[in-house]
């Protein structure tokens, strides 16, 4: 276990499992549908495996999760003390993007930015066939710039390659736009309008595409900075 605070306090006694660094934003996974060791990695993508594996088994003492056989994997899946931390969460959330609303060109990541978007699409609005939509963000290292969403019926995954199908519609825009349009703070109509963001692809396609995504669950949160 971790260091104690040396208090009753309840809150004492639940920051002594939940203020270990990663620890929130593994729970963060687990509530918004990551099951799974290589999805929970792709959401935190700066932790290391090792210490993921370690944070996961402290929760799993802890009673927060538990580890279900699926074939050849391994489920996480939150235990009802687990559920329970879901309006810790939001309400922290809610609270970050309301009171903390700078971004550092650090918090910027292209990856952590496209997994959020690809586990809210919206497939009722989505065509029909497979949807290509390639993201080159203009403000990053050549490396990074390009990422794809390949999304069928149900199903979505982020590729940092070009998985070689035809291109539906492509998206040229500053990461950091991308990011403030995810997050609430751009509109999309706004950043079209300004030329902030470009969509390529036939005009049907184009126009469609802002419906495609559901933003970021905290787009709606009042802000006294807006």
């Not at 390009?146 to 990461?175: F, H, M, N, Q, S």
Request: hydrophobic share 40%; aromatic share 8%.
């Amino acid at each position: 276990m971790g260091s104690s605070y040396g208090q009753f306090c309840p809150v004492a006694k639940a920051m002594e499992l939940l203020d270990e660094r990663w620890t929130l934003l593994i729970i963060r996974e687990l509530v918004t549908g990551s099951r799974y060791f290589n999805e929970l990695r792709r959401g935190v993508p700066r932790m290391s495996p090792s210490l993921l594996s370690r944070r996961l088994n402290r929760l799993e003492r802890a009673g927060i999760l538990e580890r279900r056989p699926d074939g050849n994997r391994v489920r996480y899946l939150l235990t009802p003390a687990g559920h329970e931390l879901q309006p810790v969460v939001e309400a922290l959330g809610a609270w970050g993007i309301r009171w903390i609303p700078e971004l550092g060109d650090e918090d910027l990541d292209p990856q952590l930015l496209l997994w959020d978007m690809h586990r809210n699409v919206d497939y009722d609005v989505i065509p029909e066939q497979r949807t290509v939509v390639q993201f080159s963000f203009t403000d990053v290292a050549a490396q990074t710039r390009d990422w794809w969403l390949v999304i069928t019926r149900g199903e979505a995954d982020v590729c940092d390659d070009d998985p070689g199908y035809p291109l539906t519609v492509k998206v040229i825009v500053g990461l950091r736009r991308m990011t403030e349009i995810w997050r609430g703070d751009l509109t999309w109509s706004d950043a079209l309008r300004s030329g902030t963001v470009e969509v390529h692809g036939p005009q049907a396609l184009r126009r469609a595409l802002p419906q495609w995504f559901r933003l970021s669950t905290f787009a709606q949160v009042p802000r006294p900075h807006r």
